[in-house]
T-cell receptor, first 116, second 116 residues
């Protein structure tokens, strides 16, 4: 079946450091890929998405590129802030739709801690 | 942005009782709603998918008689855990999508269920 693997945390960085959270997937067909973020005490929020190979999703300074050849969707940010501290989930939608047509397959989540 | 409200956020009850969790889309019509379960330090696992006016589709291994799902309107879905036992203790999260799946899912804040 489909699966998502992401680096386990916690990942601790200093403010203004460069961030990479690795995410790889296995899926049949052509999935859509997502990054969700969960801030303390809140529900999951969509951070960015990509629906086809070579698409780059971006939001709030975060970027991720859909790499079909390496089945990866790594999350990056050039300069992190304390407010970026949260849990980040990589996910896929097997149907390749906008993400609302079928249940998502999630990674285990990566807890990111940014220190001042 | 789209808002999904989940209630209650935390419930404690005795073994053998039934618990109902509500999931409401507040500002859009949710043609599809999803229910997930999350164990500590694990990823979200899809339990079932429900479309308004139709019976829910359960994932393999999820007992449909234990977890009753009703999606009677375009803004409300409920999950009832029947005759709950301690092993049903978990974090339950709903999500909703509109426009026939063309848009990403929007998540509720989750319900922490503890069965004594």
């Amino acid at each position: 079946g489909d699966s998502v693997t992401q680096m386990e945390g916690p990942v601790t960085l200093s403010e203004e450091a460069f961030l990479t959270i690795n995410c790889t997937y296995t899926a049949t067909g052509y999935p859509s890929l997502f990054w969700y973020v969960q801030y303390p005490g809140e529900g999951l929020q969509l951070l960015l998405k990509a629906t086809k190979a070579d698409d780059k999703g971006s939001n709030k300074g975060f970027e991720a590129t859909y790499r079909k050849e390496t089945t990866s969707f790594h999350l990056e940010k050039g300069s992190v802030q304390v407010s970026d501290s949260a849990v980040y989930f990589c996910a896929l939608s097997a149907s390749g739709s906008g993400g609302g047509a079928d249940g998502l397959t999630f990674g285990k989540g990566t807890h990111l801690i940014i220190q001042p | 942005g789209a808002v999904v409200s989940q209630h209650p956020s935390w419930v404690i009850c005795k073994s053998g009782t039934s618990v109902k969790i509500e999931c409401r889309s507040l500002d859009f019509q949710a043609t599809t709603m999803f229910w997930y379960r999350q164990f500590p330090k694990q990823s979200l696992m899809l339990m079932a998918t429900s479309n308004e006016g139709s019976k829910a589709t359960y994932e393999q291994g999820v007992e449909k008689d234990k977890f009753l799902i009703n999606h009677a309107s375009l803004t409300l879905s409920t999950l009832t855990v029947t005759s709950a036992h301690p092993e049903d203790s978990s974090f339950y999260i709903c999500s909703a999508s509109g426009t026939q799946g063309a848009q990403p899912q929007h998540f509720g804040d989750g319900t922490r269920l503890s069965i004594l």
